[in-house]
């Protein structure tokens, strides 16, 4: 089956810094890898995704790589703020078990002021 | 409305009590999911419902029930738990079940078994 590695587990940014976080996965037919946020008390909040068909996708201070020959996607935070605190999440789906996403550990990011 | 719903947020039962978890979804999604999170770990899913229908049960065990009345509803019934079952219990819905679809979740209920 599908396996997602995150890295790093935790990370810590000055406010106004980048951040970027990294994932690899294992499956060739995955075609689908959102990113989810998830603060202190909530559930998981989409923050961006991208499909195979794509190398690259921007959201504002959000953007998200994908390298499917090295099978790596990454997600960077520009000009980051002390709200982009939080829990990330990186998944991936193959597109053949129901919609399944495979999650990788998480990633603890702290932005200081 | 782009939101999933969940009730209650907070539930704390003893062993050999049965409660029941709600969700509710009015996106006309015709897929509904189940998770269970841990403290710092990503979700795990639980079961899948895809056009009412259990597609996916990842080897759940018995004392979890999980229902789906209708599309727009899914329900988790809870029966003899154990401690170990003390996490956040979170839905989700997406459109469909392609792989390709968002899924949108709910902001969990918080289960503390005694």
């Known amino acids: 089956g599908e396996n997602v590695e995150q890295h790093p587990s935790t990370l810590s940014v000055q406010e106004g810094d980048s951040a970027v976080i990294k994932c690899t996965y294992s499956d060739s037919a995955s075609n689908y890898f959102p990113w989810y946020k998830q603060e202190l008390g909530k559930g998981p909040q989409l923050i961006i995704d991208?499909?195979?068909?794509?190398g690259e996708k921007k959201d504002q201070r959000i953007a998200v790589t994908l390298n499917k020959t090295a099978k790596h996607f990454s997600l960077h935070i520009t000009e980051t703020q002390p709200e982009d605190s939080a829990v990330y999440f990186c998944a991936a789906s193959n597109g053949d078990s129901w919609g399944k996403l495979q999650f990788g550990a998480g990633t603890q990011v702290v932005v200081t002021p | 409305d782009t939101e999933v719903t969940q009730t209650p947020k907070h539930l704390v039962m003893g062993m050999t009590n049965k409660k029941s978890l709600k969700c509710e979804q009015h996106m006309g999604h015709r897929a509904m999911y189940w998770y269970k999170q841990k403290a710092k770990k990503p979700p795990e899913l639980m079961f899948v419902?895809?056009?009412?229908?259990?597609?996916i049960n990842e080897s759940v065990p018995s004392r979890f029930s999980p229902e789906c009345p209708n599309s727009s509803l899914l329900n988790l019934h809870l029966h003899a738990l154990q401690p170990e079952d003390s996490a956040l219990y979170l839905c989700?819905?997406?459109?469909?079940?392609?792989?390709?679809?968002?899924?949108?979740f709910g902001p969990g209920t918080r289960l503390l078994v005694l």
């Open positions: 989700a819905s997406s459109p469909g079940t392609s792989g390709q679809e968002t899924q949108y």
């Open positions: 991208i499909r195979s068909n794509v």
């Open positions: 419902y895809s056009y009412e229908k259990l597609s």
